[in-house]
């Protein structure tokens, strides 16, 4: 089982940039696709960003490409997700999660996720 701890999110400005960090519990192995999730106020929750199993292609949803970018640092075991020109639409509880079941048609589909951290607030308001 992998356990996930999200951190760094806040309140910030429209335009303002944030970075969000995730550590897994152990390090999964390269059959595991890593992810974020969002899930804003009243509404589902949606697809993010992903690494490819293996980490070599990245993806992201419609609403934030260009704008975010999904990265990890090895040596740390950590996954970033910068997030530059925020937006009020962009603020929601944020989550990483871990699927050994994910292939490329289903990565951007919550349910195909195995394992989620607790969820980080970030919230664009001036």
């Known amino acids: 089982q992998v356990q996930l701890t999200e951190s760094g999110g806040g309140l910030v400005q429209p335009g303002d940039s944030l970075r969000l960090s995730c550590a897994p519990s152990r390090r999964p192995n390269n059959n595991y696709v890593l992810g974020w999730f969002r899930q804003p106020p009243g509404k589902e929750r949606e697809f993010v960003a992903a690494f490819s199993r293996g980490g070599g292609t990245t993806y992201y949803g419609d609403s934030v490409k260009g704008r975010f970018t999904i990265s990890r640092d090895s040596a740390k075991n950590t996954m970033y997700l910068q997030m530059d020109s925020l937006k009020p639409e962009d603020t929601a509880v944020y989550y990483c999660?871990?699927?050994?079941?994910?292939?490329?048609?289903?990565?951007?589909?919550?349910?195909?996720?195995?394992?989620w951290g607790q969820g980080t607030q970030v919230t664009v308001s001036s």
């Open positions: 999660a871990a699927g050994s079941r994910v292939i490329m048609s289903t990565i951007r589909r919550s349910e195909f996720y195995d394992y």
